[in-house]
């Protein structure tokens, strides 16, 4: 009894709570992870980046093929009480987001997005070579995606506009342009935020599943943005919906689909980084 009374004291002692668990981070070390190099050639003869840019694709091809399918669902319906409604739409857009970054995350990043990784290579996390390569094959997902949905009937296709981004009615470009920035801006900087390793370190007691506040951002800025542009926030996806629908007016408006998303993640790079890595590291 005497022995398995010691036991007990030294097994008591062994492990000393420091704070309650699940309020603070107990002994989770952060160490600041070292700028990726602008050009890195050895990425080129890698099977892992090529890998990565085929997930890339994949991602971008079954993204643009769900959410242009959900588009043309609710826009043959007379009524869109009959169908999943704009709501249906932002949730489409959400959910494959979460599911596809879920998926894709440990192969090439999960980006699914040009915008998304130009803002992390402003932030010097992945280089020149992979930001290039990602959005080729992005944009190429994003293309094929639209053209399998575009096979399944091409006349709804193309009398219900393509799930293509244009500035609706009512609003100018110049508030296409703000409404896209903004969007992006909201995307990028939870990217940031889901993913970041300090963060993650500070705050170890909130336990973060990065794809579900992705996904849940793209599909609030969806519910805001849907009536303005269609929302965009992803150039790849405003591409290849444009490309296969192939319509002058949406040609019109394309370039504010590429400077929006572009300035909104140059801007929430910059927010992440002056503001937000600038907070000190404490570790408990």
Not at 182 to 194: E, I, K, M, Q
Not at 213 to 223: E, M, Q, R, S, Y
Request: a positive charge; aromatic letters at 12%; charged letters at 15%.
């Amino acid at each position: 009894m005497e022995h398995r009374e010691e036991d007990v004291r030294l097994g008591a002692n062994k492990f000393p709570e420091k704070q309650a668990i699940g309020t603070a981070a107990q002994d989770k070390d952060y160490t600041e992870a070292p700028p990726t190099a602008l050009f890195e050639p050895s990425e080129l003869s890698s099977w892992s980046f090529y890998r990565a840019g085929i997930a890339e694709f994949i991602a971008t091809f079954l993204f643009l093929y769900i959410t242009i399918l959900t588009v043309m669902g609710v826009s043959k319906s007379d009524s869109k009480c009959k169908t999943v409604g704009i709501q249906g739409i932002a949730w489409a857009f959400g959910g494959m987001i979460f599911a596809l970054v879920y998926c894709t995350a440990g192969i090439s990043g999960g980006h699914i997005n040009p915008a998304v990784t130009f803002g992390l290579f402003l932030a010097r996390k992945v280089s020149l070579t992979r930001l290039v390569y990602y959005i080729v094959m992005q944009c190429l997902g994003a293309i094929c995606g639209a053209g399998v949905v575009k096979g399944f009937g091409k006349t709804l296709y193309n009398s219900k506009g393509g799930g293509a981004n244009v500035v609706n009615p009512g609003y100018t470009k110049g508030d296409g342009l703000g409404a896209e920035i903004v969007g992006t801006f909201v995307l990028v900087y939870t990217v940031f935020s889901a993913t970041d390793a300090k963060r993650n370190a500070r705050d170890s007691h909130v336990p973060v599943l990065a794809p579900l506040p992705i996904g849940f951002a793209v599909f609030l800025v969806h519910l805001a943005t849907i009536p303005i542009t269609g929302t965009g926030i992803n150039p790849a996806r405003s591409l290849g919906a444009a490309i296969i629908y192939n319509n002058e007016h949406a040609w019109n408006d394309h370039w504010i689909f590429w400077v929006g998303p572009f300035v909104g993640a140059a801007l929430a790079a910059l927010y992440h980084q002056v503001v937000i890595r600038a907070i000190p590291f404490k570790s408990s």
